[in-house]
């Protein structure tokens, strides 16, 4: 069985876990708590030296950091269904939205949160408020965007459901922890947005 180490509450493990869920993979979860400096202990850092999660622990001890360094390894022993697209075009396409979705939008959530949010402060320091107000336009630009194309396509990067869409889900769900509101009149992102939710992963 994979053993994966996270901090369930924070928004790259969650990634993981719908993308494991998707798979069908049965894996065991260690939660550790980062607010309590869980992932600056010496044994952790031995694990991964930039001290984040998740971490995936295979049977032989070698240690995966990096949400889509895992995701990858999902997708090769467990190659269906693909969520990382099929084909040249589909891999290419699910390969540019998913990294539109998360340099864009999944980091300019975070920085809006790390940089904003009091309880943070003990770990992004220094906080730069500036920097965290200059994310949260950035961040709904990027759901515009997102709701102009969603209008030819029922998902991010196209017909079928990718990590792009795990990927945005992740990032929409953590606005309101950031506390960025979500603008109303984007009828197709709340389309999709109901549509992604509704499945049993994403509750994972």
């Known amino acids: 069985m994979l053993k994966i180490l996270e901090t369930r509450t924070a928004p790259n493990p969650r990634r993981v876990r719908i993308f494991m869920a998707e798979k ?16 600056k202990t ?6 991964n030296p930039f001290q984040r999660v998740p ?25 269906a269904p693909p969520l990382f697209g099929s084909g040249a075009r589909g891999k290419a396409l ?18 809006a949160f790390r940089h904003l949010h009091p309880a943070m402060a003990h770990l992004e320091v220094p906080q730069v408020k500036d920097w ?32 792009a869409d795990i990927t945005a889900l992740v990032a929409v769900d953590f606005m309101k922890v950031a506390r960025i509101r979500r ?8 389309r999709w947005h109901k549509d992604v939710s509704s499945r049993p992963s994403a509750k994972a």
Do not use: H
């Open 183 to 190: 603008p109303e009149d984007l009828k197709n992102l709340d």
């Open 24 to 39: 069908g993979l049965e894996v065991a979860y260690e939660d550790l708590d980062l607010m309590k400096g869980a992932l």
């Open 94 to 111: 699910t390969e540019m939205w998913n990294r539109r979705m998360e340099m864009g939008l999944l980091l300019s959530v975070a920085q």
């Open 55 to 79: 971490v995936l622990i295979l049977k032989d001890g070698t240690a995966i950091s990096e949400t889509m360094a895992i995701c990858r390894y999902a997708e090769e022993v467990q190659p």
């Open 42 to 47: 010496p044994e952790f850092t031995q694990l």
């Open 132 to 163: 965290g107000e200059a994310n949260k336009p950035r961040a709904l630009e990027i759901l515009s965007i997102m709701d102009a194309e969603l209008a030819t396509r029922p998902y991010i990067a196209g017909q079928d459901f990718s990590v």
